[in-house]
């Protein structure tokens, strides 16, 4: 262990344990930096080895998933979003995206921000958004909870999407209880570009500079991708449960 770090700025097990990680990704972190990880970096690994990063506990069945093939552009994984051949110089640029967890907690924000994303993989692709496309599922359709769901994470797409100008072109709705904690918030965008004119992800050399643009982090730090990771509850839900000035703005009901 490096003395030079303050005991108390010194990751613990149970820290580790509460962002998802397991002892033995503990163990291996250590064996990884040849001490304990201070809290910042144990915090980085969490985010990187979270299934919402690193797909740890799906990547065993994605494997199986068919990844090549005569018209793809692009691997699975290898870019920002899938890239297939479609003739006449011309390319489909696509990109599907779960918001799950941010939709329960902040139905408008959470699926706003997932259109804005897959948006952004499609376009930083070098390829335009043309159609949008989603796949929901939400729980009893009588609940209060439930209504208040659909109104912000319908008016999320919608807004999202005619702000840039980009027309859902196709989606489907269900409902069942089994959703009603946790809703699934799926999002697709759709582009055009040409064949050999996108730009790639990869960056290779020394001193390439580094650009970041967004919103100031908010109040969970980086933490988003490892909650994000976890089996939601309605212990969640109470503990983001917003003021009741903020309710009554937003029309929140009072209990899940």
Known sequence: MNQSIPNGNLASLDQAQQLGLRP?????????????????????????????????????????????????????????????DIGDGL????????????????????????????NRD???MGARP????????????????????????????????NA??????????YFDDCYQVNPLVNAMSVGIAKVGKTVSAIAEGVGNPVYIFGSATGKDGIHGAAFASKEITKDCLLYTSPSPRDRQKSRMPSSA
């Open 24 to 84: 033995e990704e503990f163990e291996k972190i250590k064996d990884i930096l040849g001490r304990i990880p201070t809290f910042t970096e144990m915090t980085i690994f969490s985010v990187m080895w979270s299934e919402h990063c690193s797909y740890k506990n799906s990547i065993v069945w994605l494997k199986t998933l068919p990844k090549e093939g005569e018209k793809m552009l692009a691997k699975a994984g290898e870019e920002n979003a899938g890239l297939i």
């Open 91 to 118: 390319a489909c640029c696509f990109k599907i995206e779960s918001h799950n967890h941010p939709s329960a907690i902040e139905p408008y924000q959470g699926a706003a921000t997932g259109v804005g994303g897959i």
């Open 122 to 124: 499609i376009f930083s």
């Open 130 to 161: 043309i159609a949008q496309l989603n796949s929901l599922r939400f729980g009893n359709i009588d609940n209060e909870r439930t209504k208040w769901l659909v109104r912000g994470i319908v008016k999320g797409i919608g807004n999202y999407g």
């Open 164 to 173: 840039f100008g980009i027309p859902t072109v196709g989606g489907e709705v």
